[in-house]
């Protein structure tokens, strides 16, 4: 199945894209298995944003095919 | 309203979703603004001009040139005073019917709660982690809403939280302890972007004290204002979150 993961602010520039297709074997992988594919092993950053289909959602959420994932960095300056 | 204030706020009058009932509870309404920096500059400004009758702004710094990009309640004569008092002091310019009140004091522990009680609502212009989540803990505990912003670089996020009605700060940033951040000092941020946010922020605020549906309920508003491109996402209420069931509806208040 596909998926589509964007990435912003500083998450696309720590990735080097701005967005990908992912194509895995199975349904049902969850945000943070595809995150660790994407990112190479390494673990998720603390608080990041993650939104599937414009809600956002947490990393055990598990993924279908055609599901658009996104990841923002926090944000807190004032 | 007297003759002078029908005139002050006649182009509010005018509004149907704001009109002279409308106005009156703004007149009536109490506000606390934590942060008096880039988002709380524009926040308090126009807070005070549309007539908010009671403004609490808190913020513990000082004036500090590397602020004047951007910190639009203050200004180069500034320079070293209390941020709290500086924007008090621009807001009352703007406004003198407005009972504005500096607390140059940082927003933590029993303070944060007594003066989260004592309003209608919070807005949190602050810029870091241990105050965000501290105004949210108040926020939940008191049954008060909280209108959230940040900025950094060339984007700026809102969002709107309300006592059982949704998840809360927390819901959306779970983890605590383990805080990676982009913020301004770090990052930089582009002057009118930190004004746009604060601005949102205020209209956000207005429509909570007006009773006023909006569409940022519960939901997160990320603006990139380098591309233009605007997103609204739902917020999903975590069920292990320490909110869930703790929001303390109050009980004088239908915001
Ligand atoms: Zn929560």
Same mark, same amino acid.
């Given at each position: 199945?596909?998926?589509?993961?964007?990435?912003?602010?500083?998450?696309?520039?720590?990735?080097?894209?701005?967005?990908?297709?992912?194509?895995v074997?199975?349904?049902?992988?969850?945000?943070?298995?595809?995150?660790?594919?994407?990112?190479?092993?390494?673990?998720?950053?603390?608080?990041?944003l993650?939104?599937?289909?414009?809600?956002?959602?947490?990393?055990?959420?598990?993924?279908?095919?055609?599901?658009?994932?996104?990841?923002?960095?926090?944000?807190?300056?004032? | 309203?007297?003759?002078? *204030?029908? *005139?002050? %706020?006649?182009?509010?009058?005018?509004?149907?979703?704001?009109?002279?009932?409308?106005?009156?509870?703004?007149?009536?309404?109490?506000?606390?603004?934590v942060?008096?920096?880039?988002?709380?500059?524009?926040?308090?400004? %126009?807070?005070?001009?549309?007539?908010? =009758?009671?403004?609490?702004?808190?913020?513990?710094?000082?004036?500090?040139?590397?602020?004047?990009?951007?910190?639009? @309640?203050? =200004?180069?004569?500034?320079?070293?005073?209390?941020?709290?008092?500086?924007?008090?002091?621009?807001?009352? @310019?703007?406004?003198?019917?407005v009972?504005?009140?500096?607390?140059?004091?940082? @927003?933590?522990?029993?303070?944060?709660?007594?003066?989260? @009680?004592?309003?209608?609502?919070?807005?949190?212009?602050?810029?870091?982690?241990?105050?965000? %989540?501290?105004?949210?803990?108040?926020?939940?505990?008191?049954?008060?809403?909280?209108?959230?912003?940040?900025?950094? =670089?060339?984007?700026?996020?809102?969002?709107?939280?309300?006592?059982?009605?949704? =998840?809360? %700060?927390?819901?959306?940033?779970? *983890?605590?302890?383990?805080?990676?951040?982009?913020?301004?000092?770090?990052?930089?941020?582009?002057?009118?972007?930190?004004?746009?946010?604060?601005?949102?922020?205020?209209?956000?605020?207005?429509?909570?004290?007006?009773?006023?549906?909006?569409?940022?309920?519960?939901?997160?508003?990320?603006?990139?204002?380098l591309?233009?491109?605007?997103?609204?996402?739902?917020?999903?209420?975590?069920?292990?979150?320490?909110?869930?069931?703790r929001?303390?509806?109050?009980?004088?208040?239908?915001?």
């Amino acid at each position: 199945m596909n998926i589509k993961v964007r990435y912003f602010a500083s998450m696309r520039d720590r990735m080097g894209r701005a967005e990908e297709t992912v194509t895995v074997d199975r349904e049902g992988i969850t945000v943070e298995e595809l995150w660790r594919r994407v990112a190479g092993g390494q673990e998720m950053p603390p608080n990041l944003l993650i939104a599937v289909n414009m809600e956002y959602t947490d990393a055990s959420r598990q993924l279908k095919s055609g599901d658009e994932v996104a990841f923002f960095p926090p944000v807190t300056g004032g | 309203m007297d003759d002078r *204030q029908l *005139q002050r %706020y006649s182009r509010h009058l005018l509004l149907p979703e704001v009109g002279p009932e409308g106005q009156e509870r703004l007149l009536a309404a109490r506000v606390l603004l934590v942060g008096a920096g880039g988002l709380g500059s524009p926040a308090a400004l %126009y807070l005070a001009a549309s007539g908010v =009758g009671e403004l609490r702004i808190a913020d513990p710094d000082r004036v500090e040139l590397e602020n004047l990009q951007r910190q639009i @309640a203050h =200004g180069t004569a500034d320079l070293g005073r209390s941020k709290a008092r500086s924007a008090a002091e621009s807001a009352r @310019a703007l406004n003198p019917e407005v009972q504005v009140q500096a607390l140059a004091e940082r @927003a933590e522990g029993a303070r944060l709660a007594a003066w989260a @009680a004592e309003v209608d609502l919070v807005l949190d212009a602050s810029d870091n982690f241990p105050t965000r %989540y501290a105004l949210n803990e108040a926020c939940l505990a008191a049954g008060r809403p909280l209108v959230s912003g940040a900025v950094a =670089g060339w984007r700026g996020q809102v969002a709107v939280f309300t006592p059982g009605r949704g =998840g809360c %700060y927390r819901c959306l940033y779970p *983890q605590e302890e383990a805080a990676e951040e982009a913020t301004c000092a770090a990052q930089g941020v582009l002057s009118p972007a930190a004004g746009t946010v604060g601005c949102l922020m205020a209209v956000e605020a207005l429509k909570v004290l007006l009773g006023l549906e909006t569409a940022l309920r519960g939901k997160l508003l990320q603006a990139d204002l380098l591309a233009q491109r605007w997103r609204v996402a739902r917020i999903r209420q975590d069920p292990a979150c320490p909110c869930a069931g703790r929001w303390r509806a109050r009980e004088d208040s239908n915001l």
